[in-house]
């Protein structure tokens, strides 16, 4: 069975930083092209918002504009986990953040990871 769980959510000030992970369990994320979604408080009609990409044969990773510069996503191969760092989170950045896994033949999405930001 195929899971996907987020982790490193919080509640923290303007300015402070995150580390957000995705730890896969039933798949090789090295497969897969791994995204990070957000889909902020009141929205939840409308389409999650992509932060970040990385396709597994291709050292580019697209950024969200707005977190260009200030998230960086990475992978740890050996220990099957996806990271989002995001430093100076700003207020507008609070929203739920999920990863979502990809290829040509299935998807998966994890449950989530709240972030708040708030003085």
């Known amino acids: 069975q195929v899971q996907l769980v987020e982790s490193g959510g919080g509640v923290v000030q303007p300015g402070a930083s995150l580390r957000l992970s995705c730890a896969a369990s039933?798949?090789?994320?090295?497969?897969?092209?791994v995204r990070w979604y957000r889909q902020a408080p009141g929205k939840e009609g409308k389409a999650r918002e992509l932060?970040?990409?990385?396709?597994?044969?291709?050292?580019?990773?697209d950024y969200l504009d707005s977190g260009e510069g200030r998230f960086t996503m990475s992978r740890d191969n050996a220990k099957n986990t996806v990271f989002l760092q995001m430093n100076d989170l700003k207020p507008e950045d609070t929203a739920m953040y999920y990863c979502?896994?990809?290829?040509?033949?299935?998807?998966?999405w994890g449950q989530g990871t709240q972030v708040t930001v708030s003085s």
């Open positions: 979502y896994a990809s290829n040509w033949r299935d998807d998966y």
């Open positions: 039933g798949l090789s994320f090295t497969e897969y092209t």
């Open positions: 932060v970040a990409a990385d396709p597994p044969s291709d050292t580019t990773i």
